[in-house]
């Protein structure tokens, strides 16, 4: 157990080691420096707050998807509590150190405990920061009182929250490109914190002699580990791109930190790969009395953990002295007076041409990260089934890759790009999110093959076979998924976005952006899947009431176009009318033409689904009539002789009523 405690301690070295050579923490002047204890002190606490946050988060997920319900759990959510803990008393000296470095007074000032209360009230900053005490002090208290692997996959969307609230702090804030910064600085520390946190969870493990699940939790780990050190390595060059202007800044010392991170995490990497090549490779190899190896592979796991977790805390170390450091490309926004610039906080594009719909783009590190990462493990899954003989239709198989590459282009492309600035760029997007996209995903039935491609486990964990069926068959699952219901949040869903603060919501905000993407994009989908779906989920009705449910949504789709074409008040007024446009229509028009593409272009994707609900429909009335025909060959055609027996006795009866 002292990997753990001198992985702190390699951390705080290698923060001091970085921080001296950087500068980062030298004296600011003589009027503007707040102490040694607060230049020093507030990276050292940062230190600390960002190892619980990741032990907190690592042991959480492991207590939701590596092992079984029992002692390992309870293990596992104490430690996360204490985790917590320490996140939340680390942020709390890291929140008083930042207000004295910020404010370049000492925390022994005599006014400088009404500053703080300024700060934490009135300053951004400072409010965030206090928000992410509050969620760390919530998780541990949460964690210390739930049980179970539900209890823990619900309290990890605290960590995950405070997550995304620290990603629009740092130098994230002050980036030109502010969505891209935000979004690689959330990939980074997301996939950071799970990377850390899950070999602190392998720790409590092997320490704790977990002997009957510890095997079972590395190899599920590994491929854990291997998608977080993609995202970490790809979101770092993201911010690298975005802080530099070129290769010479390497040679900066921001650059040689910058270098030096990345060694050290392409060296994690590699130690990543030997520890799947030797451990998990042992393990899988182990004798069927597992107590038997014990002894054997615990001290080979603690070889190569124990210098994992060194390296760890090197990164740990050099990366908050990296964001300490100033960049090449100084954090300032650029002065732009447009009002374009200060609404949406990027250039006004050229007017929109048909080509320009294709070349005009706006990376989302997080949807663009999640859209690939859809396709590879749907890729691997449909390849698992061929490889060992069993067929999965190349049709669906193409219906989910255009889907993810129809996402991207309308989360990362032009729809995003001209919807910040004109609706009828919006609504393009709106319909394809929430049309298109949801029934090229259906078609490509994921949930069976997920079914049939990912094994189901023995041991009582819940991998992602046994968490999607949780929730398919859920109460709110199978509430959600009702054909009414889905109709009814699939059309009213349109009404309550636009015509109340949520629209001006998804605007103005980043996360309300991606908010309004998910729920578009989901509630999409459970009206597909209910109408045309191959997956399990609804008790979907007859083909009658399918196209009855679809032709009321076009009625309302038509009618929702009708009141938007023919409108005269301005949605949003303050945003799409102080755009400062010099082309296309105005503001009112370019309204009324978005109505006219709900109305339009909106239909060919209902249009798709009742052509689509009508070829099942005979494809199901065949399939009844060869299985009747079937029936008839194997008894003589018993239902039709019965029926003809039966008319014949009604005969009979009628015949003697009238004699």
Not at 233 to 261: E, H, I, Q
Not at 305 to 332: H, Q, R, Y
Request: glycine fraction near 10%.
């Amino acid at each position: 157990m002292a990997a753990g405690p001198g992985a702190v301690l390699v951390a705080i070295l290698a923060l001091l080691a970085a921080g001296s050579y950087s500068g980062a923490f030298a004296a600011l002047g003589t009027f503007s420096d707040p102490g040694a204890v607060a230049r020093w002190g507030m990276p050292l606490a940062t230190v600390l707050g960002e190892i619980g946050v990741s032990v907190t988060l690592g042991c959480l997920v492991a207590a939701a998807c590596l092992v079984p319900s029992g002692r390992a759990v309870s293990r596992l959510l104490v430690v996360a509590g204490w985790a917590a803990a320490v996140w939340a008393v680390s942020t709390v000296v890291e929140l008083v150190l930042q207000y004295a470095v910020v404010s370049a007074l000492s925390p022994s000032a005599d006014d400088f405990g009404a500053g703080l209360a300024q700060f934490v009230t009135e300053v951004d900053l400072g409010r965030t920061t206090l928000g992410i005490v509050a969620l760390a002090a919530l998780t541990s208290g949460v964690a210390l009182a739930v049980r179970g692997p539900v209890g823990a996959l619900c309290t990890a969307l605290l960590p995950l929250a405070a997550l995304t609230m620290q990603s629009t702090t740092g130098h994230a804030a002050g980036a030109a490109d502010h969505s891209l910064a935000v979004g690689a600085m959330w990939l980074h520390l997301v996939g950071a914190a799970l990377w850390v946190g899950g070999l602190a969870a392998l720790v409590v493990l092997v320490g704790g002699r977990f002997d009957d699940v510890t095997p079972d939790a590395v190899a599920r780990y590994s491929p854990v580990a291997a998608w977080c050190l993609v995202a970490v390595g790809v979101s770092g060059l993201a911010n690298a791109w975005l802080r530099m202007d070129g290769p010479d800044d390497l040679t900066t010392r921001y650059g040689v930190l910058l270098l030096t991170k990345a060694a050290l995490t392409v060296l994690l990497g590699a130690l990543g790969w030997a520890h799947r090549r030797r451990v998990v490779g042992r393990l899988e190899r182990r004798p069927a009395a597992p107590g038997a190896a014990a002894p054997v592979v615990r001290r080979l796991f603690w070889q190569l953990l124990a210098v994992e977790l060194l390296v760890i805390g090197a990164v740990s170390g050099v990366a908050v002295a990296l964001g300490s450091t100033a960049p090449p490309v100084p954090d300032e926004v650029p002065t732009d007076a447009s009002p374009a610039y200060q609404l949406t906080g990027y250039p006004l594009p050229p007017e929109p041409t048909a080509a320009r719909w294709f070349t005009e783009w706006a990376l989302d590190p997080i949807l663009a990260f999640a859209c690939v990462a859809g396709i590879v493990v749907y890729l691997r899954w449909a390849l698992r089934l061929r490889r060992r003989g069993d067929r999965w239709p190349l049709g669906r198989t193409l219906s989910w890759c255009a889907g993810m590459l129809v996402m991207i282009w309308t989360t990362n492309g032009a729809p995003t790009v001209y919807g910040h600035v004109i609706f009828s760029g919006h609504m393009v997007q709106h319909m394809t999110l929430a049309m298109l996209v949801p029934l090229l995903l259906v078609l490509a039935a994921p949930v069976t093959l997920l079914l049939r491609a990912v094994p189901g486990r023995r041991d009582g964990s819940r991998g992602p076979r046994e968490w999607v069926l949780a929730l398919v068959h859920s109460r709110w699952g199978e509430f959600l998924a009702r054909p009414v219901v889905a109709a009814v949040l699939f059309a009213g869903g349109m009404t309550v976005f636009y015509f109340t603060p949520l629209f001006e919501f998804a605007l103005t905000n980043h996360l309300g952006h991606l908010w309004m993407i998910v729920h578009f994009t989901l509630v999409g989908y459970l009206f597909a899947n209910a109408l045309v779906g191959i997956d399990p989920g609804p008790q979907r009705p007859g083909y009658p009431m399918r196209l009855v449910l679809l032709f009321a949504t076009m009625v309302f789709h038509a009618f929702f176009g009708v009141v938007l074409t023919t409108g005269t008040s301005l949605l949003v007024a303050d945003w799409y009318g102080n755009m400062g446009r010099d082309w296309g229509l105005s503001a009112i028009e370019d309204q009324q033409r978005g109505g006219g593409i709900a109305w339009g272009i909106g239909e060919l994707p209902t249009l798709a689904l009742a052509i689509i609900v009508a070829v099942q429909w005979t494809r199901s009335d065949e399939r009844e009539a060869r299985r009747r025909d079937r029936q008839a060959e194997r008894d003589g055609d018993a239902e039709l002789t019965a029926y003809n027996d039966m008319l014949a006795k009604m005969s009979d009866r009628d015949e003697t009523a009238g004699r």
